[in-house]
């Protein structure tokens, strides 16, 4: 479900502790301010004896709110978590909005903010303390190019947790996280992209028009 030309996103947190982390919309997934699905700390520090697995996790295309699952690394690698990972929903916002979440409005200028909402169910593996990170590695594109994310926009939305006040997640829990990237105006296409551990390819959640 897509959720356009609202106005929800004015009363999120101030502009002054927003910081605009914005990549060069179309860059590789290792350009700065967007999670690096291809390199992680746990496989350059394996030994190289170590057996691989033959068959990779492979994400796959889902509709809204359809359950995506795979693994992730919280506390500092301490814990592996078993996800199951689902976008909900997600919104775009106007260029006038826009401009009122970034300290200089020129650097959201032809951009909206697209939110969106993703639901993290704990499946196995153990209890995750405090300040869950799993949802870092979401990520959204608009007519297949990704978006710059927007950091500290999406923690007050109608509906999203801030990572911060969640302790103590149980296996069957469930959380919804927030995500919010700037996108180029007029976008055709709006897409959530999740990977968890060892992932040869993301889980994609398509949502039709943005525009």
Known sequence: MLHTKSVWLRAVAPVAVLAL???????????????????????????????????????????????????????????????????EKVHVGTEAEARKLVSDPKDAK??????????YTNKGGGVVKDMPRVGNESEIYADGRRGGLLIGAAEDGPGCEDTIDIENWKVGQSHTLCQTYMIPAGAKSVEVHWAGEGQSAPFVWKFAHAG
């Open 110 to 119: 032809g951009l909206v903010a697209a939110t969106a909402w993703i639901t």
């Open 21 to 87: 982390a914005l990549t060069a919309c179309g860059d590789d997934k290792g350009s700065a301010g967007a999670p690096d699905h291809k390199k992680s700390n746990a496989s350059a520090d394996a030994p190289k004896t170590e057996k691989k697995s033959a068959e990779p996790v492979a994400g796959g295309e889902l509709k809204a709110g359809q359950r995506g699952t795979g693994k992730f690394q919280e506390e500092n690698g301490k814990r592996e978590i078993t996800y199951d990972v689902a976008a």
